[in-house]
């Protein structure tokens, strides 16, 4: 007898497919810039903020953590202006919690990213356990502003604020057999909805990097956004950021990071390897199995531009691969 193979959700045809422009006239997110809100009549979420008609914004009154006044580094400019945050509040990947898009800032207040600590073991001199605010104190904070590129072929334009990953990588001394850094998501079911309703997936999110990717310059541990902490639908209280990486490789909520000798398993790669693979660079000339990377659709406007190699940052990893 034969079986039939059951679809996942991500696994849609291609008259499944909601144009992206379609979806966000839907959502009327374009009414929303500045301060307006995503949707009318739905009660407030503890986190949430509110415009002046009571009804919910996806951008949040208070955070966890406070990362204070960051300097803008002018190194990292781009060629397009930042998108609204609001927009980029209430667009969001974080299949923790939910598949749908607009949905992820709705319930993303079951996440608590206060207390928080982040684990280093593996092949370094110095392990340790360190505390969020410690980290958000004694790391070196700065905002940039980075292109982000989605696999899905949608992209953004985002002020982070974070430490470069070498900052924290030094702290602890990696040692040379060291040649990966795997990164794990916090294991905590209770605060991510979607991960009990898809239990079919590899959690908690796993991610990994080369040694030398992690290293370089452009490779950040984002605590901020937008002159402020990280709120929960972009990962809070910290995330990986490596603008040159399709958005799956920029990990939510990381609470371990392991120095390894072997490449590690990452998420998607592990459950679809033929769509995903595990360096994710954007690559304009090597298409999705489902659709081409040679353009993106920029958010919200639905403008179609081309995509540039390594996302824009050739000059600083194109050496990285040879």
Same mark, same amino acid.
């Given at each position: 007898?034969?079986?039939?193979?059951?679809?996942?959700?991500?696994?849609?045809?291609?008259?499944?497919?909601?144009?992206?422009?379609?979806?966000?006239?839907?959502?009327?997110?374009?009414?929303?810039?500045?301060?307006?809100?995503?949707?009318?009549?739905?009660?407030?979420?503890?986190?949430?903020?509110?415009?002046?008609?009571?009804?919910?914004?996806?951008?949040?009154?208070?955070?966890?953590?406070?990362?204070?006044?960051?300097?803008?580094?002018?190194?990292?400019?781009?060629? !397009?202006?930042?998108?609204?945050? &609001?927009?980029?509040?209430? #667009?969001?990947?974080? %299949?923790?919690?939910?598949?749908?898009? +607009? /949905?992820?800032?709705?319930?993303?207040?079951?996440?608590?990213?206060?207390?928080?600590?982040?684990?280093?073991?593996?092949?370094?001199?110095?392990?340790?356990?360190?505390?969020?605010?410690?980290?958000?104190?004694?790391?070196?904070?700065?905002?940039?502003?980075?292109?982000?590129?989605?696999?899905?072929?949608?992209?953004?334009?985002?002020?982070?604020?974070?430490?470069?990953?070498?900052?924290?990588?030094?702290?602890?001394?990696?040692?040379?057999?060291?040649?990966?850094?795997?990164?794990?998501?916090?294991?905590?079911? !209770?605060?991510?909805?979607?991960? &009990?309703?898809?239990?079919? #997936?590899?959690?908690? %999110?796993?991610?990994?990097?080369?040694? +030398? /990717?992690?290293?370089?310059?452009?490779?950040?541990?984002?605590?901020?956004?937008?002159?402020?902490?990280?709120?929960?639908?972009?990962?809070?209280?910290?995330?990986?950021?490596?603008?040159?990486?399709?958005?799956?490789?920029?990990?939510?909520?990381?609470?371990?990071?392991?120095?390894?000798?072997?490449?590690?398993?990452?998420?998607?790669?592990?459950?679809?390897?033929?769509?995903?693979?595990?360096?994710?660079?954007?690559?304009?000339?090597?298409?999705?199995?489902?659709?081409?990377?040679?353009?993106?659709?920029?958010?919200?406007?639905?403008?179609?531009?081309?995509?540039?190699?390594?996302?824009?940052?050739?000059?600083?990893?194109?050496?990285?691969?040879?």
């Amino acid at each position: 007898m034969t079986q039939v193979p059951r679809r996942r959700p991500w696994q849609l045809r291609d008259n499944e497919l909601t144009d992206e422009k379609d979806w966000l006239h839907r959502r009327q997110i374009i009414r929303a810039l500045g301060l307006g809100s995503i949707a009318a009549g739905v009660g407030i979420l503890p986190g949430c903020g509110a415009d002046a008609t009571g009804t919910q914004s996806p951008l949040q009154e208070r955070y966890a953590h406070e990362v204070g006044p960051a300097h803008r580094n002018a190194a990292y400019t781009l060629d !397009r202006p930042l998108t609204e945050e &609001v927009v980029a509040a209430s #667009y969001n990947n974080f %299949y923790e919690f939910s598949t749908d898009k +607009a /949905e992820v800032w709705r319930i993303a207040h079951t996440l608590e990213p206060r207390p928080w600590a982040v684990e280093v073991t593996g092949a370094c001199q110095r392990p340790g356990t360190f505390d969020m605010d410690d980290l958000i104190r004694t790391m070196p904070l700065e905002e940039r502003t980075y292109r982000f590129r989605c696999v899905e072929a949608w992209s953004m334009a985002v002020p982070w604020i974070g430490f470069p990953i070498k900052a924290l990588l030094d702290r602890v001394e990696p040692t040379g057999s060291a040649k990966y850094v795997r990164m794990v998501t916090r294991d905590a079911p !209770r605060m991510f909805p979607g991960v &009990v309703r898809q239990s079919w #997936y590899p959690w908690p %999110y796993h991610e990994g990097l080369t040694m +030398a /990717e992690a290293m370089n310059e452009l490779a950040l541990f984002a605590v901020g956004i937008y002159g402020h902490a990280l709120p929960n639908q972009h990962g809070a209280p910290i995330r990986l950021v490596v603008p040159w990486k399709y958005g799956y490789k920029n990990i939510k909520s990381i609470a371990k990071i392991e120095l390894v000798e072997e490449r590690p398993p990452t998420f998607w790669n592990e459950e679809v390897p033929e769509e995903y693979d595990f360096l994710g660079n954007v690559r304009p000339d090597i298409p999705h199995a489902r659709w081409s990377q040679a353009t993106e659709r920029v958010i919200p406007s639905g403008e179609r531009i081309p995509t540039l190699m390594y996302n824009g940052y050739a000059d600083q990893v194109a050496a990285l691969y040879g």
